[in-house]
């Protein structure tokens, strides 16, 4: 699986959450614990990642579930 990041999620993204990792949303990607569409034909999962703390982290994907636009941790996420 290959996976891209849009010129949002580089330029923005990256700049305001310096902390996150590549690899963290990919691996929400693979392994969330919920996945639903969202308007604009995109898509949300969520996924714990234990180097954040075990929060929950929310990664936004275009439509081909491999192009990664956005991620953020989710205070509100219940299972």
């Known amino acids: 699986m ?3 990041f849009t010129d949002y999620f580089e330029n923005e993204v990256m700049r305001k959450r ?3 990792r590549k690899e963290w949303c990919i691996l929400v ?3 969330p614990l919920r996945v ?3 308007e604009h034909n995109r898509y949300r999962f969520w996924g714990e990642v234990p180097e954040l703390g075990g929060r929950i ?3 936004i994907t275009l439509e081909d579930k491999m192009t990664i636009h ?3 941790p989710d205070r509100r ?3």
Do not use: H
Request: proline residues 10%; glycine residues 4%; hydrophobic residues 40%.
């Open 18 to 20: 310096p902390y996150l």
């Open 77 to 79: 996420f219940k299972q």
């Open 29 to 31: 990607i693979k392994n």
């Open 57 to 59: 982290l929310r990664v």
């Open 36 to 38: 639903e569409p969202q």
């Open 2 to 4: 290959q996976f891209g």
């Open 70 to 72: 956005n991620a953020f």
